[in-house]
């Protein structure tokens, strides 16, 4: 039974070179494919034919060991063009034979890993009334050579084992494309048939979703690409935990009737190997927004997922005014001239002969130059993926204006200082500038928005010859959301003084929600009480107080003075700590957290002692001037047994360094605590 057992392998790589160093990053010497191995593994001098095999940690020691190999070899004569699917058919007919009723087969199907078809046949052989070996095995052709990863054991052992092995298999990851031509590998529905069925659904359509966990953001791409095939791909972007990840693959029609379309992918990170995600299938109805779909594993690894994907619009023409920041009156514009998307030759021709002065012009095709009055010379080149536009000048900011398209119809501007050369972000062409000129506010009102990519913000930037920079922002509405509220008008009142009239959701409609005012003092913006009482049912966002602040020298200190607020329930302290919301939205915050941790038997706070403080930096803030953390969690030990966590949600769990202390922006509303041999640091 052993050698028939160990046979299969051998029948698996049939039609079925290399070697590489060992780490928990494995790629081949000859740079075709890499793969993550699991972490505490053993691994075994490679062979030829298997480059990789590894035994899990105290494996026992059998005729048939558990073990993760990787074998690779040569199609045999008369199947140099096979596809997969022929050879796993043949493949399956020799072991149905070989091993007859001793064979069961749990799963056989064909899987898209990192844009590539491999065939997943999952099957077990008894051995004996008490034994049992068990297989997982994942088969592909590429250029036509063979790989099979395979992961196998006696079940209790392979049981115990299988993630770590699963999550290495599906890291795997070719460098190269493949050339060959294989005649049964065209997938369910052949190119012709796509790219004809798919052309009502070209676009790109884009989920969101924030949690107290983190963000996630799906965007499905439909469309020709530049040979004429069809091209459907998804990407997932994911921030949690303090990091960003990426996953991507193209999508695999299923079947297309009328409105719906299924499709099929497997995604793995490109970044981390442990936030392997698998295939998912995605059942998408057209609708007047985008899709209403459903997301689901057909191997049962995740429950489905009712999810609404929006279409994402092309840029929208914007209107070439700029508006003051006093009353009404036209900024002191040399010259903003067609602004267009797209922009053409001619478009910027024109504005470069009306508002150019001589200091700027297109020297090459791809190359924008300008000529500081310093002489100093700005070059801007496109370089395929950013192209540069020149649209005019303005006076008041003493700089010109550039239109910027990047990827994905992402529109943007950019200016460029006329004395220093001097290059910045500029937000908005529609912004306020204070009267010295110094600052510049600009907002954005999304409440209910379907853009589920924009946020309700106001933001407030500095002003000189170095550039524009953010001094200050508040999200006040997250993405697509109808809580919060959004600023409907801001207003100058002065130069260290902002007026702001909010809205919110009332009822299902839009509706005046008082006002605040933002206001500079002791070298920071921040927000002060609101002065008017919302509409009644309006969810509003708390905003700050007039208090002495308090704040910790470093992170680990306001961990400190936090948890010692906690303990001693003192609100006032806690209240310090945090740079926006109202003291009766602070205070409730306050109990709920101490309440929730009643219900977790915490029931004697003299007996909580502070561990730890962890947290991320913001990956979002690209001002080297300001020190920004997320996910700032404090961690704690209660008696002897228990390990406890103080957390908030993405946009609460932030600390900024201001005025040489770190104070939370709103505060940490959840937590909890499990025993100390369930978690892992």
Not at 412 to 440: E, Q
Not at 464 to 471: L, T
Not at 605 to 616: A, E, G, L, M, P
Not at 620 to 638: A, G, H, K, L
Request: hydrophobic share 35%; with cysteine; charged share 25%.
């Amino acid at each position: 039974m052993f050698a028939r057992i160990s046979g299969i392998l051998l029948l698996l790589g049939l039609y079925v070179s290399a070697s590489a160093q060992s780490s928990t990053y494995f790629k081949s010497s000859d740079n075709l494919y890499h793969i993550y191995l699991p972490g505490g593994w053993t691994k075994q001098a490679s062979t030829k034919g298997m480059p990789l095999s590894l035994q899990p940690p105290d494996s026992k020691k059998t005729d048939f060991p558990t073990a993760l190999t990787l074998e690779t070899g040569s199609l045999a004569a008369g199947y140099e063009k096979a596809g997969i699917r022929e050879i796993a058919k043949a493949e399956e007919a020799i072991m149905k034979q070989q091993f007859g009723q001793t064979l069961t087969i749990t799963s056989n199907e064909f899987r898209i890993i990192n844009n590539k078809e491999w065939w997943h046949f999952v099957f077990s052989v008894k051995a004996s009334k008490k034994l049992s070996y068990r297989f997982n095995i994942f088969k592909t052709i590429h250029n036509q050579v063979t790989y099979t990863l395979s992961y196998r054991g006696e079940e209790g052992e392979y049981y115990a084992n299988q993630q770590p092995a699963i999550n290495a298999i599906w890291s795997f990851m070719f460098y190269t494309s493949d050339d060959t031509e294989y005649k049964d590998s065209q997938g369910a529905i052949d190119n012709a048939t796509a790219l004809r069925q798919l052309q009502p659904f070209s676009g790109t359509y884009v989920f969101f979703i924030e949690d107290n966990s983190g963000r996630v953001k799906q965007t499905i791409t439909i469309g020709d690409s530049a040979q004429g095939k069809y091209k459907a791909m998804e990407r997932r972007e994911i921030f949690r935990n303090g990091k960003n990840n990426l996953f991507e693959a193209a999508l695999r029609p299923e079947s297309i009737e009328g409105d719906v379309i299924t499709l099929s992918t497997d995604a793995v990170s490109i970044f981390d190997n442990t936030l392997n995600l698998r295939k998912a299938s995605y059942k998408l109805q057209k609708n007047s927004e985008g899709f209403a779909a459903v997301m689901w594993a057909r191997d049962s690894t995740f429950k489905s997922m009712d999810m609404v994907f929006v279409k994402q619009k092309s840029p929208v023409q914007t209107k070439a005014q700029v508006v003051p920041a006093t009353a009404g009156v036209k900024n002191e514009v040399d010259g903003l001239g067609v602004i267009k998307d797209p922009m053409t030759a001619a478009d910027e021709a024109d504005n470069l002969k009306r508002f150019g002065n001589g200091k700027v012009s297109r020297a090459l095709p791809n190359e924008l130059k300008l000529v500081t009055s310093g002489n100093k010379t700005v070059s801007l080149k496109d370089d395929g993926s950013t192209s540069y536009k020149f649209l005019g000048s303005v006076k008041e900011l003493n700089s010109y204006v550039i239109q910027r398209l990047e990827e994905e119809d992402v529109l943007s501007y950019i200016v460029v200082n006329k004395t220093t050369g001097a290059v910045s972000d500029l937000p908005a062409l529609d912004y306020r500038l204070s009267p010295d000129k110094k600052w510049m506010v600009v907002y954005n009102n999304a409440l209910s928005a379907q853009d589920l990519e924009s946020a309700s913000f106001i933001r407030i930037l500095s002003v000189s010859d170095a550039g524009i920079k953010e001094s200050y922002e508040v999200t006040t509405a997250e993405p697509g959301s109808k809580k919060g509220w959004a600023p409907a008008s801001v207003k100058w009142a002065g130069n260290s003084s902002i007026e702001v009239e909010k809205e919110a959701i009332v009822s299902g409609k839009k509706g005046a929600a008082g006002k605040t005012s933002l206001n500079f003092n002791n070298g920071k913006w921040v927000m002060a009480a609101a002065q008017q009482q919302p509409v009644p049912g309006a969810t509003l966002v708390p905003s700050v107080t007039d208090r002495v602040m308090k704040g910790g020298k470093t992170p680990d200190e306001l961990g400190r003075i936090l948890l010692a607020a906690m303990k001693s329930n003192d609100v006032k302290t806690w209240y310090a700590c945090i740079m926006e919301g109202s003291l009766e939205e602070v205070t409730a915050s306050f109990k709920k957290v101490r309440e929730h941790f009643t219900t977790q038997g915490l029931s004697d706070w003299s007996k909580v002692q502070f561990s730890r403080v962890t947290y991320s930096k913001d990956s979002y803030n690209t001002d080297p001037e300001r020190s920004i953390f997320t996910f700032y969690n404090i961690e704690f030990t209660y008696e002897k047994d228990f390990i406890g966590l103080l957390k908030g949600s993405v946009n609460s769990a932030r600390i900024e360094l201001i005025g040489g202390k770190y104070y939370l922006l709103r505060g940490l509303n959840d937590g909890g605590m499990m025993r100390k041999g369930q978690y892992n640091r």
